[in-house]
């Protein structure tokens, strides 16, 4: 089976985001809310779908800030509903107010969403594994299943599997990784 390193160097949309994000630690709260809220709309589609509407999503979507979805109303949900650009499904749009809504909280019991992922890494001193991340998502989040948490996680180098041994990001990776534990 091919793996996302095998085809997606090269590839105008894929190549990019495998080679500067995908696996790669993040602490900004808008990227980070970004990747979720992309892995949720990705839900049934490609990747590459989700890609393709990257913009439109960022601009929908007001770049991403939590506050400003986290306030969205009926005339925001109407105004999704009606974009051509995005995913067009009621409950990924309630879903990603929802779940800004979850994320602004975590800033006063955690300090933010990167601190709230952080302080769970754990669980009784061993690394949490996919399901234990997954109940704690379905806990915290909404529309948030096995594969959207376990992609958002790898995506974010909670969770091993985004690259393939041997792939030259996962050196770039761990260079990155190493650099910071200085």
């Not at 095998?6 to 980070?32: I, M, S, T």
């Not at 800004?100 to 754990?122: C, M, N, P, T, Y």
Request: aromatic share 10%; hydrophobic share 40%; with cysteine.
């Amino acid at each position: 089976m091919a793996s996302y390193c095998d085809f997606a160097p090269g590839h105008p949309l894929h190549g990019p985001y495998h080679e500067y994000e995908y696996g790669f630690a993040q602490r900004e709260e808008a990227v980070l809310f970004e990747r979720l809220l992309l892995e949720i709309n990705q839900a049934g589609l490609s990747w590459e779908t989700i890609l393709r509407k990257r913009e439109a999503f960022r601009l929908a979507y007001h770049g991403f800030d939590v506050d400003k979805i986290a306030a969205y109303k009926e005339k925001d949900r109407e105004r999704l509903l009606a974009d051509p650009g995005i995913i067009r499904n009621r409950l990924k749009i309630d879903a990603a107010i929802h779940n800004a809504q979850i994320v602004r909280g975590l800033r006063k019991s955690h300090g933010g969403f990167a601190e709230w992922l952080d302080a769970h890494v754990l669980v009784d001193g061993k690394q949490r594994d996919k399901a234990a991340w997954v109940k704690l998502f379905k806990q915290t989040f909404k529309f948030t299943g096995g594969e959207i948490t376990g992609e958002f996680l790898m995506s974010l180098g909670y969770l091993p599997g985004a690259h393939r041994p041997g792939c030259p990001v996962l050196k770039k990776i761990e260079a990155v990784r190493r650099n910071i534990a200085r």
